[in-house]
């Protein structure tokens, strides 16, 4: 435990931050989710509006660094793979 002012405001605001990092995380694996099962569904219009989602959401994500830029530009990479697929 912190004894120096500085550190206990440190610790509140780092604790505040996670708790941040861990809803946008879960808001994106939620999206995420939903792109799968539109995907699984079989119906285009409603993954293309998925994707879209997904899409916003994982560049949002790593623009506030919760992931890598590379980790958002494969995954969007290959979610859009598999909708040109659905469409084929």
Do not use: C, W
Not at 3 to 15: C, D, F, L, P, T
Not at 39 to 59: N, R
Not at 78 to 83: K, N
């Amino acid at each position: 435990m912190p004894n120096i002012k500085s550190a206990k405001k440190r610790v509140k605001v780092i604790e505040t931050k996670t708790m941040q990092n861990k809803i946008e995380k879960t808001i994106l694996k939620t999206a995420m989710k939903k792109y799968e099962a539109a995907l699984a569904t079989g119906d285009k219009v409603a993954a293309t509006e998925a994707f879209k989602a997904v899409e916003k959401k994982l560049d949002q994500a790593a623009a506030h660094g919760i992931i890598s830029k590379n980790k958002a530009a494969r995954k969007t990479s290959r979610y859009a793979i598999r909708l040109n697929e659905l469409g084929a």
